[in-house]
């Protein structure tokens, strides 16, 4: 019976595929600092007042932005730089204006001032730090060829740059390949990349986990594509056992590289990549539940509902695994006290999962046979090289 042929090829594949991953992060450092003067400053005022001294904004300004206050922050460092476009405090100035819009997720409004900074030429270091997080903002853009560009400007203007520097530089290179669709030379540019990185935190050269979680995320992006592109089809065993190792051994590649994604600390694409190990199965088991109905059984309801339903007892595992990484990565959240993208979407992931398992467990009942023939099936299943996916 071709249903019981690929069950059986499915539970060996998911076997092989859904090892226990055990999500473990810890906070992350942080590249977010605004740029300070000399000075000290003085308490910060309600408005900005007529004839203020440049020195006497900036120091406003900086107040503001240290208790969070951004919006008359951004106030006074952009008054600043209107009317005193050459003093010695407008580099600091349009960078911080730029870290205020970048907090607020205005990136182009970001990028602008990052640029204004670059062309102040104030001193390298600003100048440097101002390239940097321009990378960040054309990625959040999806810039890739100006990401590029910049990678090449910066490697120009900086043969010598640290080597937390220099590996970001790398990892930025190929991620924007892998923007552009030229995923072989993507892969190879940030398998070299990640290699830098650990030879440098080996050597103590490297102490930033920035560029290592970005690598090994995107990694696994180029892995998950390639999972993605492997469909599902009732076929022969051997053609059937083929495609199947083949797509459990991408979705492999993809949970071991994001696991290293969150081995390195840093709590943004940790998040991100403990919701990608969860949409990995949920993604797998909507394929599994959309696979095509055999032809023989397309004009028999009866048969067809059994076939789905059986098919979905099997692999309900995904479901409960995806359900499971989600409420970790969302515990890991509050555990941190990080809120971003990924925890948002992660909630909302996880509302999905539950609704198409209530769905589906309602959808199938009065169709599956009885508990003691599943379970027949199921040791059958056993015997014939496979086990039941749902002893968890």
Sequence with gaps: MMLRGFITILIVMLLFACAPAKIIIEPNTMRM???????????????????????????????????????EALLYFNTLVERFPKDIH????????????????????????????????????DVLDAHFRLLACMHELKLWQETLDRVQMIKTGWPIIEADDRVELEVRKGVALFGLGEIEESKVQLLSAWQDYEIGLRKDEVINEFPGALAAYTLAMIERKSFMVVKLVLAEKKQMMLVLEKKAQYLQNAQDWLMKCIAQDNAYWATAAGNQIGRLYHDFYEQIRNVEIPANLKGNIEESSMYKC????????????????????????????????????????????????????????????????????????HHSGGESLTNE
């Design 33 to 71: 600092e605004p740029k300070a003067g000399q000075l000290e400053r003085d308490s910060k005022k309600s408005s900005v007042p007529d004839n203020i001294l440049a020195v006497k904004l900036f120091d406003a300004a900086y107040d503001y932005f240290a208790e969070g206050l951004l919006e």
């Design 90 to 125: 407008v580099s600091d100035s349009l960078y911080n204006a730029g870290l205020i819009y970048h907090k607020q997720a205005k990136y182009q409004a970001a990028l602008e001032k990052y640029l204004q900074v670059v062309k102040t030429n104030y001193n390298n270091k």
């Design 310 to 381: 059986m098919l979905l007892d099997m692999v309900k595992v995904l479901l409960k695994k995806a359900m499971r990484i989600y409420g970790r990565t969302i515990d890991m959240g509050q555990r941190l006290r990080v809120r971003n993208r990924w925890t948002d979407k992660t909630k909302e992931d996880l509302q999905k999962v539950e609704k198409l398992y209530l769905e589906d467990i309602k959808r199938c009942e009065g169709v599956l046979p009885s508990e003691e023939v599943l379970e027949e099936i199921r040791q059958n299943n």
